[in-house]
């Protein structure tokens, strides 16, 4: 069997700086097509936020001993960003608020749950990431007092999802945590 060539890692930054080059001038040139074109609508901006987000993922896994947590947060606080910026870009009419920031909330909360499941006696190296996930959760909450969504529903049950994982998680990981906790904190 042929295995192909391994690309060493000099020749690998070479290739990723051109992209990103290239990244960047595509960015700029969209921008002045924008702006001869279209000037009231900024679709371009909408385009360079994707550009930006697919760089940001695409440099985090490259990064080796990735944790599968981390890439979790990191993929939840992304994608919520790119939909707002969308949402406030296409006129602001609280979708992303409403319906998928909550839901990317209810997925991210899933998906450590299955994690856990999983690898739980990894559930340590896990748990900083799930605690973050748990506080980002809590947004769609502050949201509702705040009066910013309109549809309380999806917010109420991304919350209650994120507190109830949290509770699971621990439920299935309790002795592993307690353990940590002892030797970390000498009790």
Same mark, same amino acid.
């Given at each position: 069997?042929?295995?192909?060539?391994?690309?060493?890692?000099?020749?690998?930054?070479?290739?990723?700086?051109?992209?990103?080059?290239?990244?960047?001038?595509?960015?700029?040139?969209?921008?002045?097509?924008?702006?001869?074109?279209?000037?009231? #609508?900024?679709? *371009? +901006?909408? $385009?360079?936020?994707?550009?930006?987000?697919?760089? @940001?993922? %695409? &440099? /985090?896994?490259?990064? =080796?001993? #990735?944790?599968? *947590? +981390?890439? $979790?947060?990191?993929?939840?606080?992304?994608?919520? @960003?790119? %939909? &707002? /910026?969308?949402?406030? =870009?296409?006129?602001?009419?609280?979708?992303?608020?409403?319906?998928?920031?909550?839901?990317?909330?209810?997925?991210?909360?899933?998906?450590?749950?299955?994690?856990?499941?999983?690898?739980?006696?990894?559930?340590?190296?896990?748990?900083?990431?799930?605690?973050?996930?748990?506080?980002?959760?809590?947004?769609?909450?502050?949201?509702?007092?705040?009066?910013?969504?309109?549809?309380?529903?999806?917010?109420?049950?991304?919350?209650?999802?994120?507190?109830?994982?949290?509770?699971?998680?621990?439920?299935?990981?309790?002795?592993?945590?307690?353990?940590?906790?002892?030797?970390?904190?000498?009790?």
């Amino acid at each position: 069997m042929i295995y192909p060539e391994k690309i060493k890692a000099k020749k690998s930054d070479k290739i990723i700086k051109i992209l990103v080059g290239c990244s960047i001038l595509i960015a700029v040139i969209l921008v002045a097509i924008n702006k001869l074109t279209t000037p009231e #609508i900024h679709w *371009a +901006g909408i $385009v360079n936020a994707g550009i930006l987000y697919t760089w @940001i993922v %695409v &440099i /985090y896994a490259i990064k =080796k001993n #990735i944790n599968i *947590a +981390g890439h $979790v947060l990191l993929q939840t606080i992304a994608i919520s @960003i790119l %939909v &707002i /910026y969308m949402d406030y =870009k296409l006129g602001n009419q609280g979708w992303s608020i409403n319906i998928v920031v909550p839901i990317i909330i209810m997925i991210a909360n899933l998906t450590m749950l299955v994690l856990t499941i999983v690898s739980h006696k990894k559930y340590i190296k896990y748990g900083i990431y799930q605690l973050i996930i748990i506080l980002f959760s809590m947004l769609p909450v502050i949201f509702i007092t705040e009066h910013i969504v309109q549809n309380k529903t999806l917010s109420i049950i991304a919350s209650g999802i994120s507190i109830l994982n949290f509770i699971l998680c621990l439920a299935l990981c309790a002795k592993d945590v307690k353990e940590v906790i002892v030797r970390k904190f000498h009790m």
